[in-house]
């Protein structure tokens, strides 16, 4: 994840126009190339945060900070109060551990096969966890039976797939073992429109004396060769869009920062996102009133906030993220104020926050936002793989490199 390492390598062809089959198998080389990687760390490390390092220092993740992250994605899993549970890509179980035990039903599936080990190893007769060995299949589905998932977790695993189109087939793929008021958790994703500055400050660390343009140069190199997905917001949007559109449900979506107590890579540059499915008929969030932090009383805007949001008025927006821009507020002093699901990320600029007095108010139709629908910074990892397919091909003739 940066927050796991590893770099998949590529065997495929190298043509930019591929039939539905292509596209599949394409898929498929790259999930088996990282569940490769990530079964060589958990056999030779049997520590579930093994593979955990800052994108930034390029450093293992401290205990602590792992403790802040893990803890971060256990609350607002909890916060959603369901009862059957479906995680994709659980790894070695960390957060279902912490979830199970509060559950009815927590099922697991990851493809690598010696994290799933890991993960049965730690399951308890109080941690009462099915886990299977899979990727984007959803076929154990059925042969488990048993009740619909009213919950799905994707918790920092979006950022190893391809493209944003994978990420809408293995939702369309779960979507009819979901309740009708389902809810499906996407946690820890990299923000797209931030890449560039996160390279940079990876690219000072390097080369602290670099000048400006070789900083730039250094950002733009790491940018373009990053084997991670990066999205923003509207990608989201429109993958809950297309899942209303196949089956004429409707879902709703909200966009979280992660509120960690400590100034790291994983609370910068990540963000949470919370599909909602609605019962059919049921009513969607409308538009709060809204007030921006610049119109605020100037003299003490964060007292005027919390009076502005105590009085239920709506929602405050534009709220300088004090990680990112070096004042303002912190998601984590926000959240701890107001709670997780009073504070958004800026739709318009990932550096601000929004803070509404009603979690509600945050939450947007998919269907009726055309900024949800609008074009937003992506970076997909599948052209570093083609790239590297292409590189394979021709110095070792399709040979893994």
């Not at 093994?50 to 893990?70: C, I, K, N, P, Y």
């Not at 299949?137 to 391809?162: K, M, R, W």
Request: proline share 5%; aromatic share 8%; glycine share 6%.
């Amino acid at each position: 994840m940066t927050g796991k390492m590893g770099t998949p390598h590529s065997v495929d062809s190298d043509a930019i126009e591929r039939t539905p089959q292509q596209r599949q198998q394409e898929w498929t080389q790259f999930t088996d190339q990282w569940a490769q990687v990530y079964r060589s760390v958990y056999e030779d490390d049997q520590d579930v945060l093994a593979g955990w390092t800052d994108f930034v220092t390029g450093e293992r993740l401290s205990e602590d900070v792992m403790s802040q992250w893990l803890e971060c994605s256990r609350r607002r899993v909890a916060a959603l109060a369901k009862r059957s549970v479906l995680e994709i890509g659980g790894g070695t179980g960390m957060l279902a551990a912490k979830l199970a035990p509060s559950v009815d039903r927590y099922v697991m599936s990851d493809p690598a096969a010696a994290a799933s080990d890991v993960m049965m190893a730690r399951a308890t007769d109080s941690t009462p966890i099915t886990v299977r060995a899979a990727a984007h299949e959803t076929h154990y589905l059925d042969a488990l039976g048993g009740p619909l998932f009213d919950c799905v977790v994707i918790n920092s695993v979006a950022q190893y797939f391809p493209e944003c189109a994978y990420l809408s087939f293995v939702l369309a793929q779960i979507t009819p073992y979901l309740a009708d008021d389902a809810v499906i958790y996407l946690g820890d994703l990299r923000i797209a429109s931030l890449h560039h500055e996160q390279c940079r400050e990876r690219a000072r660390r390097l080369n602290p004396f670099a000048s400006i343009d070789d900083i730039d140069g250094a950002a733009t190199r790491l940018a373009q060769s990053d084997p991670e997905l990066l999205v923003s917001p509207g990608h989201i949007g429109r993958c809950g869009a297309s899942l209303g559109e196949e089956d004429g449900s409707q879902w709703s979506v909200a966009f979280y920062p992660r509120p960690m107590r400590s100034d790291c890579d994983l609370a910068r540059y990540r963000f949470d996102a919370v599909l909602y499915r609605a019962r059919p008929g049921a009513s969607l969030p409308v538009a709060a009133a809204v007030t921006r932090w610049e119109d605020l009383d100037r003299v003490d805007r964060a007292g005027a906030l919390h009076d502005y949001l105590r009085s239920g008025a709506g929602e405050i927006v534009s709220v300088p993220n004090s990680l990112l821009l070096g004042y303002g507020l912190s998601p984590f002093e926000l959240a701890q104020q107001y709670g997780e699901y009073a504070v958004s990320i800026g739709l318009d600029d990932p550096k601000r926050l929004w803070v509404a007095a009603s979690a509600d108010a945050l939450r947007f139709d998919v269907h009726a936002n055309d900024w949800l629908r609008s074009s937003h910074d992506i970076h997909e990892p599948i052209t570093v793989f083609r790239k590297r397919t292409s590189s394979a091909s021709s110095t070792h003739g399709g040979g893994l490199s």
